[in-house]
């Protein structure tokens, strides 16, 4: 199930583990993956690097996916996370919650493969338990303090979240948008973190719907979208993240 509300900036920070109230040795390890294609093969270096979408005559191949994300969190299985002050003028994030620790606070750059089955982005340590959500922010960066070590090193971010590069019929396209959700995504069985053990947690973001018309059999250009295609894509990325556990990085869930 997905859910979304606004979401705006905050700092760079990276966890190298949790701060909530959590004995010692009460942990496991989590290894937070990326996929963009759950076809079900393991992720391999040899498998082609991009994703080909045909419908009718027209034909996308998408090269490159970035996703600036901010405030990854679990929650977990009967936990409420703390609402976020989600206004400007601050960043909102209260720290650390037993129920709902955070994995990265970010700006950072997600970068999903686009080879099949799924890549490992980052591991941290976080309480063992049962979770049953993961919620991210897309999120655009500003001009703001907060996002300036971000754009130093990626500059070309300024006021984009997503960033897509690809060819449309052989012509070479690049598209950007400055959506700003959070993304609440739910799975379909919850997930332990064992403790002193590793799970692998999947992110899949299917880029293969992006572009897809409102029936779904036919594909929006990229470089002369509408209105009203603008407004269909970004419903579709919005639509187009999934989470679940997967340990053999196949993409798919277990």
Request: charged share 20%; net charge negative.
């Amino acid at each position: 199930m997905h859910r979304a509300s606004l979401g705006l900036t905050a700092m760079f920070v990276v966890l190298a583990g949790t701060a909530c109230s959590t004995a010692p040795g009460d942990t496991g390890r989590l290894a937070f993956q990326l996929a963009s294609n759950g076809t079900g093969a393991s992720a391999s270096p040899l498998a082609s690097a991009d994703v080909s979408i045909t419908r009718g005559g027209n034909v996308i191949v998408i090269s490159q996916v970035q996703l600036v994300a901010r405030r990854i969190k679990l929650k977990r299985v009967d936990g409420a996370c703390p609402t976020p002050d989600l206004s400007e003028a601050g960043d909102g994030d209260k720290g650390d919650a037993p129920e709902c620790p955070n994995l990265k606070l970010g700006p950072l750059l997600l970068v999903p493969p686009l080879v099949d089955g799924a890549q490992t982005s980052f591991s941290i340590d976080l309480p063992a338990g049962m979770y049953k959500e993961i919620e991210l922010q897309i999120h655009k960066p500003t001009n703001n303090t907060s996002d300036a070590a971000f754009l130093a090193a990626n500059p070309g971010f300024l006021g984009v979240s997503i960033r897509m590069t690809g060819t449309f019929n052989g012509v070479p396209f690049t598209f950007t948008t400055d959506i700003t959700n959070e993304v609440e995504v739910e799975f379909d069985t919850p997930m332990e973190v064992k403790i002193g053990g590793t799970t692998s947690l999947t992110l899949l973001l299917d880029v293969r719907g992006w572009f897809l018309d409102a029936g779904g059999t036919a594909l929006l250009s990229p470089a002369a979208l509408t209105q009203q295609g603008r407004q269909q894509v970004e419903q579709n990325i919005r639509r187009s993240f999934h989470a679940f556990e997967d340990e053999d990085q196949n993409g798919r869930k277990d």
